[in-house]
């Protein structure tokens, strides 16, 4: 018996550490129970394009396009920004694609607005579905799931800090003619499976930090570096058209 009390307790240990390296929600007022349950891990549909199985960060380079993702991978298939820098996918897309990403961002109380929990989900690298611990608010543009300085979200359908959440978006690049952009990027977005943004059109040719590339060329998956250990799980992308 001795061996398996030993693993049981080295078990609570490990879950311990992580929960204090974490942040301990106890006193975070819910407002429904379940914004304390994680979001339920989508496995990629036939024809998707795996870019973060949680094993690697193959496929993922920093911001200057040259040097391998300097971010931190976790047991439980988790990677996790390290300061020093956004990453991105050696891909880049254009067309319409669905993109799914699983996030959480870490309990900050001491932390106030953009300081809380930042991070960001930048489609070709130029426009960004905010990451950030908005749990409560009445959502900005700014807020989570806001396309950052462009449009809130329709709701607040955060959970509570430290708890899995998701995106599911559905992204149209720019249309354009003879490389001059005719039509904007549009986009619907689903939080935790609530739509929070139907068919939005995103009218600037890039958001704030966003890369200020040519809107008529295909562009990277990017994760923002906001100086906040916000972890990321299960990434992929399904070219529509
Ligand atoms: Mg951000």
Redesign the pocket.
Same mark, same amino acid.
């Given at each position: 018996m001795r061996p398996l009390f030993t693993a049981t307790a080295a078990c609570f240990t490990l879950a311990g550490l992580a929960l204090a390296q974490y942040g301990d929600i106890s006193d975070v007022k819910l407002a429904k129970p379940e914004d304390k349950e994680h979001v339920k891990s989508v496995e990629p549909p036939k024809g998707a394009i795996v870019l973060f199985d949680g094993k690697s960060l193959d496929g993922w380079v920093n911001r200057n396009g040259k040097d391998k993702a300097h971010w931190k991978l976790l047991d439980g298939g988790i990677m996790e920004v390290v300061k020093g820098g956004d990453i991105m996918t050696e891909k880049k897309f254009d067309g319409t694609f669905k993109l799914h990403v699983e996030f959480r961002v870490p309990y900050m109380p001491d932390a106030k607005g /953009?300081g809380r929990g930042?991070?960001?989900v930048y489609l070709q690298g130029r426009y960004?579905v /905010?990451?950030?611990d908005s749990y409560g608010l009445k959502s900005q543009n700014?807020d989570c799931g806001g396309i950052?300085s462009v449009a809130a979200p329709l709701v607040n359908a955060c959970k509570a800090p430290t708890i899995w959440q998701s995106y599911d978006i559905e992204f149209t690049s720019p249309q354009c003619e003879n490389g001059k952009k005719t039509e904007p990027a549009h986009v619907t977005v689903y939080h935790n499976g609530v739509k929070i943004h139907d068919d939005v059109k995103i009218k600037v040719d890039y958001t704030?930090?966003g890369l200020q590339t040519d809107p008529c060329t295909p562009g990277p998956i990017l994760l /923002?570096d906001?100086g906040n250990p916000v972890q990321y799980r299960n990434i992929w992308l399904v070219p529509m058209k």
């Open positions: /953009q930042n991070s960001g960004e /905010q990451v950030l700014n950052y704030t930090a /923002q906001h």
